[in-house]
């Protein structure tokens, strides 16, 4: 308990943005028909802030079957990250491994890959730190769509901004050298170029694989 606490503990410091973000998602769901409740539960279920902007963006115009597509495109990027954590994890039982995949989102794993590589990582820090996002992301969604149509147009206010900006923070925690820097940069100019002509959200896909390649690239030719 003392490492799931400890894990639960390392996400305060992501709660502000991750507050923010749940409020705004909240808000754009009662904006396009959804029930406090409704709402409420899809944060509480799906557990997944870009997928779940994804599907109440296409809510009032798209089939069932196009949200599902569109929101599964979006999560590929656990496939990346999975990958990365796998051996740290290896070691455990395939119900300890679905455990920590199912409640894995974007800030747990920046925290809990960050653990593992200082050497200080556990399966009871990862699912402490999966559990705090969880209570944090949570309430967020039900308070922000409790809150309804309050705020009309979030934008005006920078909330759309939280995003990217508690994502740069901590892509901060990853850069240690300059093959570091260099993916991260070279990631971030492929998505801007594929942006303008991918449609969806198709090129975070692209730059996570490119980004990815140019990693393993860099790293074979600083051993050589």
Not at 22 to 27: A, I
């Given at each position: 308990m003392r490492e799931f606490r400890r894990g639960a503990l390392a996400t305060i410091p992501l709660a502000p943005g991750i507050i923010a973000f749940?409020?705004?998602?909240?808000?754009m769901a009662r904006q396009v028909g959804l029930s406090p409740w409704q709402a409420a539960a899809m944060s509480m279920v799906v557990h997944a802030g870009s997928s779940q902007f994804m599907a109440v963006g296409m809510w009032l115009t798209s089939s069932v079957s196009e949200i599902i597509v569109a929101t599964l495109v979006i999560n590929l990027r656990h496939l990346l990250m999975g990958a990365s954590v796998a051996p740290f994890v290896s070691h455990l039982s395939a119900s300890w491994k679905a455990l920590l995949a199912l409640w894995m989102s974007d800030e747990s794993y920046a925290v809990a890959i960050a653990e593992y590589r200082r050497?200080?990582?556990n399966r009871w820090f990862f699912l402490g730190a999966n559990a705090g996002i969880w209570l944090i992301w949570a309430p967020s969604g039900c308070l922000g769509a409790l809150l309804g149509a309050a705020?009309?147009?979030p934008g005006r206010f920078g909330l759309d901004l939280i995003f990217p900006l508690a994502f740069i923070g901590l892509l901060a925690c990853f850069v240690h050298d300059r093959i570091g820097l260099a993916v991260a940069l070279g990631a971030g100019v492929v998505a801007l170029v594929v942006a303008r002509w991918l449609p969806g959200s198709g090129y975070v896909i692209v730059a996570g694989v490119l980004g990815s390649g140019l990693g393993l690239l860099l790293e074979e030719v600083s051993k050589r």
């Open positions: 749940g409020l705004l998602y909240g808000m050497g200080t990582g705020i009309p147009e």
